[in-house]
């Protein structure tokens, strides 16, 4: 079965940074581009960044840029998001996205909050 499985949110201080993963099985993960979204509360869910199958970022939200880092290990079948420099308003459910043509995967999601 199909599964993206996101780990590594947590409570972080602003200013603090957090590594999320996404272990992906059940497809063939080099296929697929990747990407992050995230959805705070009250808003509609919105795309942080994406990654190509072959490696090449094809998106990177301004409000997020200089920031966050995505990355993939294709060894591994995860994708990483590298957060840095925090702020209270990335404090959101962060998802991991997987979509081959019109076949789209999602992740449960994994809680970021960015508080003192």
């Known amino acids: 079965q199909v599964q993206l499985v996101e780990s590594g949110g947590g409570l972080v201080q602003p200013g603090g940074s957090l590594r999320l993963s996404c272990a992906a099985s059940g497809f063939t993960f080099s296929w697929y581009a990747m990407s992050w979204y995230r959805q705070a509360p009250g808003k509609e869910r919105e795309l942080v960044t994406e990654?190509?199958?072959?490696?090449?970022?094809?998106s990177l939200a301004d409000s997020v840029k200089g920031r966050f880092t995505i990355s993939r290990d294709t060894a591994k079948n995860t994708v990483y998001l590298q957060m840095n420099s925090l702020k209270p308003e990335d404090t959101a459910v962060y998802y991991c996205?997987?979509?081959?043509?019109?076949?789209?995967?999602w992740g449960q999601g994994t809680q970021v909050t960015v508080s003192s």
């Open positions: 990654i190509s199958s072959g490696g090449g970022i094809t």
């Open positions: 996205n997987a979509r081959w043509g019109s076949i789209t995967h």
